[in-house]
C-alpha cells in the first residue's frame, strides 16, 4: 500500500476529483493548506502599503491506494492537475505499513 500525497492549485482540484472517481478511486482526504517552492510568492498592495505574500494557497489530496493502482492514480493526477505554468505542484508516494478502517476493524487493502 502506498499514501499518495499531491499539492495542486485550489482550481484544479473538482478536475483532479472527478477524473479520480472516473478511475475508480473512492476515498479522498483534501486538506487546504499554504506553501511555495519556486514561486517564492507575490508583493501585493493593500491599501497603499505593500507587502509580500509568502505562502500561496493550494490544495493537499492524500489517498491511500493499493500497490498496483499507484502508477495510474499519479498518472491521472498529473494529466488533471497540469497546467503547464509554475506552481502546478508536487505528488509524493510513501509506503503505507497498515490501514484500519475504525468501524469494522479490517485492515491492510481491505480498509482502504
Known amino acids: ?22 478511475i475508480g478511486i473512492e ?18 498592495l493593500y491599501r497603499g502599503a505593500e507587502y509580500v505574500v509568502d505562502f500561496i494557497p493550494k490544495i493537499k489530496m492524500e489517498i491511500a491506494v ?7 492514480v499519479v498518472e491521472t493526477i498529473q494529466t ?5 505554468r509554475i ?3 508536487k505528488i509524493f508516494i510513501i509506503p503505507l505499513e497498515e490501514a484500519i478502517r475504525i468501524r469494522t476493524g479490517e485492515n491492510g487493502a481491505d480498509a482502504i
Open 80 to 84: 488533471s492537475a497540469k497546467t503547464g
Open 1 to 22: 500500500m502506498k499514501l499518495i500525497e499531491a499539492i495542486i492549485k485550489p482550481f484544479k482540484l473538482d478536475e483532479v476529483k472527478d477524473a479520480l472517481n472516473a
Open 66 to 72: 493499493s500497490d498496483d493502482l499507484v502508477a495510474k
Open 87 to 89: 506552481g502546478d505542484g
Open 27 to 44: 476515498g479522498i482526504t483534501v486538506s487546504e493548506v499554504k506553501g511555495f517552492g519556486r514561486q517564492k510568492g507575490h508583493t501585493e
